[in-house]
């Protein structure tokens, strides 16, 4: 059974860092691809950055390039997202998810809130 289990979420002020963490287990994790995802309330979830099983320079959607940056520890079976000068418009429950080689992202873990005050 796969299993994320993020954590590191929290209250911080415009200009603040936190490190976001997910733990995966029950999966071959060098095969799989993982992705942390953002939903604000009202809006529609975002892929916000995307490592590949495969290696190779990490995917960042604009909004949080020079900024965030993803990470994974193969011996650990575990990703992080630390995310600096944060901004309040980053504010949004933050989901860790993987996907197996180049498919669709199929596990999800339970969401972790960041909250970006001004």
């Known amino acids: 059974q796969v299993q994320l289990v993020e954590s590191g979420g929290g209250l911080v002020q415009a200009g603040g860092s936190l490190r976001l963490s997910c733990a995966a287990s029950?999966?071959?994790?060098?095969?799989?691809?993982m992705g942390w995802f953002r939903q604000a309330p009202g809006k529609e979830r975002e892929l916000v950055a995307r490592i590949w099983w495969s290696g190779g320079n990490p995917y960042y959607v604009d909004s949080v390039k020079g900024r965030f940056t993803f990470s994974r520890d193969s011996a650990k079976n575990t990703v992080y997202l630390q995310m600096n000068s944060l901004k309040p418009e980053d504010t949004a429950v933050y989901y860790c998810a993987a996907a197996y080689k180049g498919s669709e992202f199929n596990y999800w873990g339970q969401g972790t809130q960041v909250t970006v005050s001004s």
């Open positions: 029950g999966l071959t994790f060098s095969r799989y691809s």
